[in-house]
């Protein structure tokens, strides 16, 4: 069995709209392999949910996929029918959204909605079913889970209702789990909380994850590996101590100097990127992030860069880093 789990290729994604056409993800390929929990981190607009939701197929039907292969263990899910790809969410790919109230159905409790997600793929009575709802419920932290059951989103707080939508995302075992900024609407403590329930429970299933995050210091306590995103391309990648101890793209550089630093005053902890967030009607040609980046010059606005290896599984693509490596 091949050590990858997923390998997506080439993925670029368009969105046609008013103002001319989006182009949201502008080929980006990556593996992640069995057991390992990869970040995609990025400032706002990156790509991040739009290539992450071509992996579950939940493109609204108007975006307009213009290249790519997505395998999940060694099976293309591009070309699969919507039927087909119903069978696979949940058992075999699943998906933790950023707001749980948006994905939890406020018309049926939350032991229906759990039971009915166990029914769709397995094939046992509703009694088992109710069993194996309960006993996630208890796996993700929550109590009195009899009550729970009973219980309709909009009555438990959220803290709960983003435990109850891991419940709802793990209850079938799936082999790869994608958790689009699952704490971000949280407190710290509550976020902690979630971070570590969701190594632990990725680290017992070996469960494969992709963790969709604006926040290193949130990807350091949670990821193997990180993808820094811009402008719908990888920057760079790399295990997250190495970007985090040596960050080789300026972007990278930048969003770790963006960071909220500790024991300075509030008006001095952030440092905001320069330059303007990226127009993706208008996509600049040769590295998109060369507008913003003082170390630009006529080549960063002609090529997009190759790779350069930093160091083994840390690569990055910035002609800086190509001028370097070539000395
Ligand atoms: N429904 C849509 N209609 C038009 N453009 C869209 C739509 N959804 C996303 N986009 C555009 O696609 C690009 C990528 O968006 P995406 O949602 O993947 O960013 P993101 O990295 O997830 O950002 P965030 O951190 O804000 O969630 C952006 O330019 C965004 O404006
Ligand atoms: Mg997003």
């Known amino acids: 069995m091949s050590d990858v789990l997923l390998n997506v290729q080439d993925l670029r994604?368009?969105?046609?709209t008013t103002h001319g056409l989006v182009h949201a993800v502008n080929g980006i390929s990556y593996e992640v392999m069995r057991g390992e929990i990869m970040g995609i981190i990025g400032e706002s607009g990156s790509g991040k949910s739009v290539s992450s939701y071509a992996v579950m197929h939940l493109l609204p039907e108007n975006f307009i996929v213009e290249s790519g292969k997505v395998f999940l263990d060694g099976e293309e899910l591009l070309h699969k029918s919507n039927a087909e790809m119903q069978a696979y969410r949940g058992k075999k790919i699943s998906m933790i959204f950023q707001d749980p109230l948006s994905c939890l159905d406020p018309v049926y409790t939350i032991g229906y909605q759990l039971t009915e997600t166990i029914l769709a793929h397995e094939n046992i009575s509703k009694k088992e079913a109710q069993t194996r709802a309960k006993e996630m419920l208890?796996?993700?932290?929550?109590?009195d889970v009899d009550r729970l059951m009973?219980?309709?989103?909009?009555e438990i707080s959220g803290g709960m209702r983003q435990r109850v939508m891991i419940a709802i995302a793990l209850v079938c075992s799936p082999k790869l789990l994608i958790a689009d900024e699952p704490t971000t609407a949280l407190d710290v403590t509550i976020q902690d909380q979630i971070l570590r329930l969701l190594r632990k429970l990725s680290e017992e299933n070996r469960m494969t994850m992709i963790f969709i995050t604006h926040n290193f210091n949130v990807a350091a306590q949670i990821c193997d590996?990180?993808?820094?995103?811009?402008?719908?391309?990888?920057m760079e990648q790399g295990p997250i101590a190495d970007v985090f101890a040596n960050?080789?793209?300026p972007y990278t550089q930048a969003i770790l100097n963006a960071m909220p630093k500790m024991n300075t005053s509030p008006e001095e902890r952030l440092t905001p990127i320069p330059g303007e967030p990226i127009n993706p009607v208008h996509m600049p040609a040769g590295c998109p992030f060369h507008p913003r980046c003082s170390l630009a010059r006529k080549i960063c606005k002609e090529e997009f860069p190759a790779e350069t290896i930093i160091s083994d599984k840390h690569f990055a693509y910035c002609h800086r880093l190509e001028e370097t490596a070539d000395e």
């Open 150 to 154: 009973n219980q309709y989103s909009f």
């Open 247 to 249: 960050p080789a793209h």
């Open 138 to 143: 208890h796996a993700v932290g929550l109590r």
């Open 13 to 16: 994604i368009s969105i046609p």
């Open 225 to 234: 590996r990180v993808s820094v995103m811009y402008g719908g391309h990888i």
